[in-house]
């Protein structure tokens, strides 16, 4: 739900005039100027750096549409439009007073929705652990580790990359299934596997539900195996929650 950020409408109305207008306009290897000394046409050709920008596009596309990763289309843009000032078609004030006013409003609505994600917290009508455990699902079982784990032994966490409120020395993989995976069938077993975790200092490893069910379904019999034996043989569960 609150996966990335947005961007105002105002970058993709430009993008739409640049593009109808740079197609649409012969560019010249150098500025064509008129009596009045005005430029009509850029110098440099910008359908290049369209045709770069819709092509960093297209792949974001095919990503994981983390608008941050569209800041480059937006400098692209914004080259652009320097180049093609001159040559854009004349549009009437009412028309950019309206999509200021629009992209204003597109831009408040993001400031005020994060306002209020965190008001019950700082008006007081909830407590820090309370607001902490409704916001993220690993918070009451990091919160019984700083509570209750002795010792230097490292707690692994899987498939979680949040770690910031975990204070006992840990390690992580990030969010990618494939680190431990890889890991546990190239193991080739699972007193292998418990072995070599040790040697890194590992005492505990955080798997979330969705870990689990993910590893349930790798279709590899010799895969399961080792995963069947490592879990349910290996380790001994010391803390559960329904999150």
Same mark, same amino acid.
């Given at each position: 739900?609150? =996966?990335?950020?947005?961007?105002?409408?105002?970058?993709?109305?430009? !993008?739409?005039?640049?593009?109808?207008?740079?197609?649409?306009?012969?560019?010249?290897?150098?500025?064509?100027?008129?009596?009045? !000394? #005005?430029?009509?046409?850029? !110098? &440099?050709?910008?359908?290049?750096?369209?045709?770069?920008?819709?092509?960093?596009?297209?792949?974001?596309?095919? !990503?994981?549409?983390? &608008?941050?990763?569209?800041?480059?289309?937006? #400098?692209? *843009?914004?080259?652009?439009?320097?180049?093609?000032?001159?040559?854009?078609? =004349?549009?009437?004030?009412?028309?950019?007073?309206?999509?200021?006013?629009?992209?204003?409003?597109?831009?408040?609505?993001?400031?005020?929705?994060?306002?209020?994600? &965190?008001?019950?917290?700082?008006?007081?009508?909830?407590?820090?652990?309370?607001?902490?455990?409704?916001?993220?699902?690993?918070?009451?079982?990091?919160?019984?580790?700083?509570?209750?784990?002795?010792?230097?032994?490292?707690? *692994? &966490?899987?498939?979680? @990359?949040?770690?910031?409120?975990?204070?006992?020395?840990?390690?992580?993989?990030?969010?990618?299934?494939?680190?431990?995976?890889?890991?546990?069938?190239?193991?080739?077993?699972?007193?292998? #596997?418990?072995?070599?975790?040790?040697?890194?200092?590992?005492?505990?490893?955080?798997?979330?539900?969705?870990?689990?069910?993910?590893?349930?379904?790798?279709?590899? @019999?010799?895969?399961?195996?080792?995963?069947?034996?490592?879990?349910?043989?290996?380790?001994?569960?010391?803390?559960?929650?329904?999150?």
């Amino acid at each position: 739900k609150y =996966f990335d950020g947005q961007l105002s409408p105002l970058v993709l109305v430009f !993008g739409l005039l640049l593009l109808s207008s740079a197609f649409g306009v012969r560019i010249g290897e150098t500025p064509t100027v008129s009596g009045s !000394g #005005a430029i009509d046409e850029p !110098g &440099v050709d910008c359908r290049a750096i369209l045709a770069c920008a819709a092509w960093l596009l297209g792949i974001w596309l095919l !990503g994981s549409h983390q &608008v941050r990763f569209l800041l480059p289309l937006v #400098a692209l *843009l914004s080259w652009a439009v320097s180049l093609m000032i001159p040559v854009l078609p =004349f549009r009437s004030l009412v028309y950019w007073v309206i999509l200021g006013i629009v992209s204003c409003i597109w831009t408040a609505s993001y400031g005020l929705n994060r306002i209020a994600r &965190v008001e019950p917290y700082v008006s007081g009508a909830v407590t820090a652990d309370r607001f902490l455990a409704s916001n993220f699902p690993f918070y009451r079982c990091f919160d019984w580790a700083n509570r209750h784990l002795a010792g230097d032994g490292k707690v *692994l &966490v899987l498939l979680e @990359e949040r770690t910031f409120l975990l204070r006992h020395p840990h390690l992580w993989t990030g969010l990618l299934p494939h680190h431990f995976i890889n890991f546990l069938y190239r193991s080739g077993s699972a007193a292998e #596997a418990e072995r070599l975790l040790k040697e890194q200092g590992i005492a505990c490893i955080y798997l979330p539900r969705h870990a689990a069910a993910l590893y349930a379904n790798i279709d590899s @019999e010799e895969f399961q195996k080792i995963r069947a034996e490592f879990f349910q043989d290996r380790l001994k569960p010391v803390y559960s929650d329904p999150q």
